[in-house]
């Protein structure tokens, strides 16, 4: 049955009224917020004995860490010089699903090699892999998404490192969204703990090459700097219940820094404070910054992760500013990175590969004498009905 808007009107008038009341709370807050990242813009050292102190009680704090820089830096990009070789990568995938008629699983990486400056036309390519039944089928039963996920996300690194490692000057590699992996109980996954591994393998190949690898975030939600300002807000006694009690609820990061950060600049360079942070070690250690890559009048702020190596180098961190920039300004009014929007139009696949994918498995199976297995009966009520799954 169709919604039933009559229903939904009242609700819709009764969210109105919560949407002004929670606004007002939320000015009030990112005020409140500003304040505090004025008052210690210049006091990381005592930020940084806070944040240590509610580490104590609360091991699993996310947190932005505080570096060198005031909290209140917004620094120009560097006009860029010369050639700039840009590599980009984006993955999608495919979870086995038993509701299918046979379960199989792929991994596809699309990457753009774009050489800025150059006038050449930029190349593109793609990976396909097929899960073997020895990935799909395991001890504790058929592979979740979480595993896949992260298959992915540890290809795309890898990928990249095998194309910068072929190229002799400096090579900037671009991902969308965060360098550090969702993982959870790592320790009591030997499968995500050794894909992790792999992870880390693949920034280490990078780090020794001197490869500038970063993480772009598009319309960024999180709030490590907020969270950071909250603990200023806790006496000792109250440090304990860091994490847990939010003063400072719903703002987030790019709220705070967009009313200062004009079109063009960054922010200072945080460090990350999280439950798997210190997994990132010596020169993975993982910093960030806020770019805005807006325009005067339309502040649009992204979330740039790197590596400490990364900001270690010299001039590393202003080369990638204006490359994020000029490939941000390439999308006109929609500012994004133009290389990982076309790695991301080559990676992705349809409902109707999956299906072709689903055919060709189900004919080699019947080559050989076996059966090929049949749809599920509630995936064949959805595809009936003709509901459409797309797979990014």
Known sequence: MPLDFQQLSNQIHQLG?????????????????????ATYQTRGDELREILAE???????????????ESLMEHRVAAPRNGLALVLAADGSQIIPDRHAPVMFGVINIGSLSMRMGSGETPQQAVETRLLSYDVVYTPNGVIGEEVVQLMRDSRERTYLADLAERESQTVFTLTDGPLEPFVQDLDQRPDLKQLFNQYLAALRRM????????????????????????????????????????LLEGVTDAALLRDFLQPGERSAIFGIQSPTSHLFADDLELRFFYLNVGHPGRPWLA?????????????????????????????????????????????????????????????????????????????????????????A
């Open 17 to 37: 009224e919560q949407a002004v009341a929670r606004e007002e709370r939320l000015r009030q807050n990112q005020e409140n917020a500003l304040q505090l990242l």
């Open 54 to 68: 509610a580490l104590k009680h609360n091991d699993r704090l996310r947190s932005a860490i505080p570096g060198a």
């Open 207 to 246: 780090a020794s090459r001197g490869v500038c690898a970063a993480g772009y975030v598009d319309k960024p939600g999180s709030d490590l700097v907020v969270r950071l300002l909250e603990l200023t807000m806790l006496d000792g006694v109250r440090l304990r219940d860091a994490g847990k009690v939010r």
């Open 303 to 391: 979330r740039v992760e790197i590596p400490a190596w990364v900001e270690h180098a010299d001039g590393l961190v202003d080369q990638l500013q204006g490359i994020l920039l000029e490939q941000a300004q390439f999308m006109g009014n929609q500012p994004y990175p133009y290389v990982l929007h076309r790695a991301h139009e080559i990676a992705v696949v349809t409902y109707e590969e999956r299906r072709q994918v689903e055919d060709l498995l189900s004919l080699e199976l019947i080559r050989r004498g076996l059966p090929a297995g049949e749809v599920s009966r509630k995936q064949y009520a959805k595809d009936i009905t003709g509901k459409r799954t797309r797979y």
